[in-house]
């Protein structure tokens, strides 16, 4: 602005003469003017400085806006929502109080009638809870007994095991001459041919066959909880005569022969049972004469004492 006043001044000067106070005046009239733009850009400078704030706080007011738009439309569909729950309740309600008295008494006779059935079935409860602890119980009890039953089978069989033993031990000297000993279904089979024991005919028992059944009574003497069966058997030969009839008197005197010479050696007669079988439970063909002398024998049937076992049964 200076140089334009001077070079106006100075084409003033050179067209017409200029008087100093009108220089002065127009110099105070620049400086009034300069301070005068100073102001205004300074008064700009706050204007574009307080548009960009202005701005910046219209983009955040714009944003607010749209923020709570976007809320103010959210709650007014939860206050649709919440007044169409509202409506249907109060349809509820009202639907519930005109009916309130028949729907009560229903519900009050459906909870007793509830009410009696869970008693019914509590009581039911009670009762097979009760059939179920007698039944353990009983279980309990059953499988104890059939544990002690167990270990008294095998406490039977094992006797009888060594039983076995003793008497295969005692009677060493007469196996292979018409003696044998088994064990078959738990007993003990002492099988001795009549050769061993009788001559053809007779009842009478030879040297032999008394020193076997002496030796046998030895070990049947330190066991008397053991049963003895003597079982005396012939072959199909009909026998005739004497005070025999046929050959069922010559099993059963034969049978009876074996058990006397037990006795007479200390063996309980209580354990000792004798029966004659005759000829009907041979053990090999009577077609022939080896078959015959195979079935002509006696039998003694050793079997373990089971009374503890049949009261084990029983309880």
């Known amino acids: 602005m200076k140089k334009v006043l001077l070079t106006l001044f100075a084409v003033a000067t050179l067209t ?3 008087t100093k106070q009108q220089f002065t005046e127009l110099s105070d009239k620049y400086d009034r003017l300069r301070d005068t733009s100073a102001d205004l850009v300074a008064q700009n400078d706050e204007l574009i400085k307080d548009k960009f704030g202005m701005s910046k706080e219209l983009r955040d ?22 007044m169409g729950r509202y409506n249907k309740l109060q349809e509820s309600y009202d639907d519930l109080s005109a009916n309130s008295s028949s729907t009560i008494n229903s519900k009050v006779r459906e909870n007793q009638t509830l009410l009696s059935e869970l008693e ?56 292979g001459k018409g003696l044998t000993v088994e064990n078959r279904d738990g007993k003990i089979y002492v099988s001795m041919e009549n050769k061993l024991l009788f001559q053809s005919g007779r009842w009478d028992i030879g040297a032999n066959g008394k020193s076997a059944v002496t030796e046998l009574a030895k070990v049947l003497e330190k066991n008397p909880s053991i049963n003895v069966l003597i079982e005396g058997h012939t072959d199909n030969d009909p026998y005739h005569g004497g005070v025999i009839q046929d050959n069922w008197d010559l099993s059963v005197k034969r049978a009876t022969a074996i058990v006397r010479v037990l006795q007479d050696q200390n063996v309980s007669p209580k354990q000792i049972t004798a029966a004659g079988r005759s000829e009907y439970i041979p053990v090999a063909s009577n077609a022939t004469d080896a078959g015959k002398a195979k079935n002509r024998r006696i039998e003694i049937v050793l079997s373990p004492n089971l009374d503890e076992v049949t009261k084990l049964l029983n309880e």
């Open 16 to 18: 017409s003469c200029v």
């Open 61 to 82: 007011l714009k944003q607010q806006h749209l923020y709570y738009s976007n809320q103010s439309k959210k709650l007014n569909e939860e206050i649709e929502s919440i």
């Open 120 to 175: 019914i079935k509590e009581d039911k409860l009670l009762k097979e809870e009760a059939n179920l602890r007698k039944l353990r119980a009983a279980l309990d009890s059953r499988s104890q007994r059939i544990t002690d039953l167990e270990a008294l089978i095998a406490s039977k069989e094992a006797a009888m095991q060594k039983l076995k033993s003793a008497i295969s031990e005692a009677l060493v000297s007469f196996e």
